[in-house]
């Protein structure tokens, strides 16, 4: 891992980080958060990764995160989610179908 840049922002309470990871496949969003988690010393709960970028032919990607201090400053700042209409439903049949 290297880090490309680190910087504080105390105005939104948070660390902009960008690293270069080697890996042999594009790693996931938990496998990220969980890299940036141990690096840094801190929770996963806390950690908003924006992207993880990757070039044809190559085995190291880009990743770029904000760490905030609390959980409660990443909810007041990060943008929601957003839910397909009809999402939820799909989630509770597959989830009866299992019982």
């Known amino acids: 891992m290297k880090i490309i840049e680190d910087k504080q922002n105390p105005l939104l309470k948070r660390k902009e ?4 990871v080697e890996a042999g496949k594009n790693p996931s969003m938990q496998e ?3 890299l940036i988690a141990e690096h840094f ?3 996963e709960d806390n ?7 990757g070039k044809f032919g190559r085995k190291t990607f880009l ?8 959980k409660e400053d ?6 929601k ?5 009809g999402a939820e439903e799909k989630k509770e049949e597959k989830a009866e ?3």
Request: proline share 3%.
């Open 17 to 20: 980080v960008k690293i270069i």
């Open 32 to 34: 990220a958060s969980k």
């Open 41 to 43: 010393k801190a929770q």
């Open 47 to 53: 950690i908003a990764l924006k992207q993880i970028k």
């Open 63 to 70: 990743i770029s995160a904000n760490i905030y201090n609390s």
């Open 74 to 79: 990443k909810e007041k700042i990060e943008p």
């Open 81 to 85: 989610k957003k839910v397909k209409k």
């Open 97 to 99: 179908e299992k019982k």
